[in-house]
């Protein structure tokens, strides 16, 4: 298959979210293939399945996108929620390998043979296309990430990938805009209508923060900041508030985070294991 999107997810609250997530992406793109890997049987919401069996979360992630059943794959964080058509995140491979958006901390693990002007990008959105090159970064990703891991970074995979892609010299690297992966819990700007909102949250928080978001971007020329769930205006006051955050959602990670487990994951039905 040409084009599809891909989840990475285990365990029952992870497959729970990654189908509210791809119910979202079917909202938007109701043609596009929808694929997800696992330790559990696929829910019906995806067209195909791969089957998981690494208990590491990041390190399933790395292996379902090698597996992907995709030519040119989106791959999404189980707590993203797509707003608007996606389509451009596959367009912009037709001129890259790869592509991400930067992550909002920048560099907080310091690598000694990578320039902080060379920052981390975000892992939960990633575009990228099949290719030879492509595979062997995603084999140095994984190899780097374990290499990294008795650093214990607050970043999990991306330090990983920031490294494998800085030495990754054939591999043509595309920066999505803040649109396309927008940390609404956090704090950020943009200035055209969001497409991927990425946090947790239930499918009415989304909505509501969605609207919050978007409902002002009139042109290109529309600046948007937002900091402590709320948007700001031209001289920064408060001109929008996002919904209070899903309580549900936030007691599930916190429960998933001390048993150590990443929050990506789960199984299929064409199974084919990495």
Do not use: C
Request: charged share 30%; net charge positive.
């Amino acid at each position: 298959m040409a084009d599809g999107v891909l989840y990475v997810a285990r365990g029952e609250q992870y497959l729970e979210a990654a189908v509210q997530s791809a119910q979202s992406v079917r909202r938007v793109m109701p043609t596009v293939p929808i694929a997800i890997a696992t330790d559990a049987p696929a829910p019906t919401e995806f067209d195909e399945s791969v089957a998981m069996t690494e208990p590491d979360g990041y390190r399933a992630k790395i292996l379902g996108m090698n597996a992907s059943p995709f030519e040119r794959t989106l791959l999404l964080d189980v707590d993203t929620y797509a707003v608007r058509d996606l389509s451009e995140t596959f367009a912009i491979l037709d001129g890259f390998d790869i592509a991400a958006a930067h992550d909002h901390r920048r560099a907080p693990l310091a690598l000694d043979d990578v320039p902080d002007s060379f920052p981390e990008l975000n892992t939960g959105v990633i575009a990228l296309r099949r290719g030879e090159n492509v595979q062997r970064f995603l084999n140095a990703w994984l190899d780097e990430y374990d290499r990294l891991q008795p650093r214990k970074p607050n970043s999990k995979d991306q330090p990983s990938f920031r490294r494998a892609l800085y030495r990754a010299t054939d591999v043509r690297v595309g920066v999505l805009p803040s649109e396309f992966n927008v940390r609404f819990w956090k704090a950020g700007y943009y200035n055209q209508p969001v497409r991927i909102l990425h946090g947790w949250g239930d499918t009415a928080t989304y909505e509501k923060v969605a609207a919050v978001l978007n409902d002002p971007v009139k042109s290109r020329g529309y600046r948007g900041v937002f900091i402590g769930y709320a948007l700001l205006g031209e001289d920064a006051e408060v001109v929008g508030r996002f919904a209070v955050e899903a309580e549900r959602w936030r007691r599930s990670e916190r429960r998933a985070k001390i048993r150590g487990r990443s929050g990506r994951g789960s199984r299929p039905r064409n199974a084919s294991r990495p």
